[in-house]
């Protein structure tokens, strides 16, 4: 099954730090997705991209979250000044489905990037 | 925006036993995959499952498009089906997946 691959697996921060978390869509996939996981809750919405820009953000990802595909492999999240808050697990997904947004397509997690601000 | 409502909310079964896990969504979808979180807090994709039934093994999974729910079956359980199960839908025309809160299974030996 193809994979999306995300790094780091785990980090420490401290408080008022900037975070990259990055991630290597399937190489074929058109859409890309950040999501979050706080400790013991659901998984959250962040934001979706598409064609290098951003298609829907949650009001989670205020200005201190921003996305980037620097190249044509990967896509990154920042965070700009991290706040305890921000501890969860980050989720890269990415999707085919050229015409996803009337016909659906499976959607591709990555194993996650544990952020922890201290 | 969409609701999606998981039950139960928590589950535990002997080994061997077979269990059945509710989605109900409010809306329309073109998307519903269920998904087992291990765990290492990874998220496995189980089934693709917009309507009609699917199976892969012990699991299978039944969506009914017009009554907006779907159900996951595991039958024979064995103490690795342990962990949360979610379910997230995609609107038609929607941009993301929606997740439920999940059903925390555990199984024990």
């Known amino acids: 099954e193809p994979e999306v691959t995300q790094t780091p697996s785990h980090q420490v921060t401290q408080m008022g730090q900037e975070v990259i978390l990055r991630c290597v869509p399937i190489s074929n996939h058109l859409y890309f997705y950040w999501y979050r996981q706080i400790l013991g809750q659901k998984v959250e919405f962040l934001v979706s991209?598409?064609?290098?820009?951003?298609?829907?953000k949650s009001e989670i990802f205020d200005d201190q979250f921003s996305v980037e595909r620097p190249d044509g492999s990967n896509f990154t999240l920042k965070i700009r000044s991290t706040k305890l808050e921000d501890s969860a697990m980050y989720f890269c997904a990415s999707s085919d489905a050229l015409y996803r947004r009337s016909s659906g397509n499976t959607i591709y997690f990555g194993e996650g990037s544990w952020l922890t601000v201290v | 925006g969409i609701q999606v409502e998981q039950s139960p909310p928590d589950l535990i079964l002997q080994e061997g036993a077979n269990s059945t896990l509710r989605c109900n969504f409010s809306?329309?979808?073109?998307?519903l995959q269920w998904f087992h979180q291990n765990p290492w807090g990874q998220l496995i994709n189980l089934f693709y499952i917009p309507s009609g039934t699917k199976q892969n093994g012990r699991l299978s999974a039944t969506t009914v498009a017009t009554e907006r729910y779907s159900l996951l079956y595991i039958s024979s359980s064995q103490t690795t089906d342990s962990g949360v199960y979610f379910c997230?839908?995609?609107?038609?025309?929607?941009?993301?997946?929606?997740f439920g809160a999940g059903t925390i299974l555990r199984v024990k030996s």
């Open positions: 997230a839908v995609e609107r038609v025309w929607g941009n993301k997946l929606v």
């Open positions: 991209f598409y064609n290098n820009e951003i298609s829907e």
């Open positions: 809306d329309s979808v073109n998307n």
